[in-house]
């Protein structure tokens, strides 16, 4: 069992940035896939950036490549995602997850990013 909670979200305006924590529970962190998700009011949620066990491999969605980098800390069993050059379309919901090379079994609460025009 894994337990996940987000935090570092708020309200930013166009441009500036933003350091998300995605912090797990349990001994077994370094063994999972970790991701993080975004769903705006009205949409479905869409897959931002994920980061493998090890932290050695990252994949990003096409919309936040080169603003966005996961990382990730297996000794504090947390995962980050830094958010630079945010834009308005970025508002959402962001959510993290923990789980196999293809699929998340387990989600956080969210934490909520508001970027201003």
């Known amino acids: 069992q894994v337990q996940l909670v987000e935090s570092g979200g708020g309200l930013v305006q166009a441009g500036g940035s933003l350091r998300l924590s995605c912090a797990a529970s349990?001994?077994?962190?370094?063994?999972?896939?970790m991701r993080w998700y975004r769903q705006a009011p009205g949409k479905e949620r869409e897959f931002v950036a994920l980061i493998n066990p090890s932290g050695g491999s990252t994949s990003y969605a096409d919309s936040v490549k080169g603003r966005f980098t996961i990382s990730r800390d297996n000794a504090k069993n947390t995962v980050y995602l830094q958010m630079n050059s945010l834009q308005p379309e970025d508002t959402a919901m962001y959510y993290c997850?923990?789980?196999?090379?293809?699929?998340?079994?387990?989600w956080g609460q969210g934490t909520q990013v508001t970027v201003s025009s």
């Open positions: 349990g001994r077994t962190f370094s063994t999972y896939v």
């Open positions: 997850s923990a789980g196999g090379a293809f699929s998340s079994g387990y």
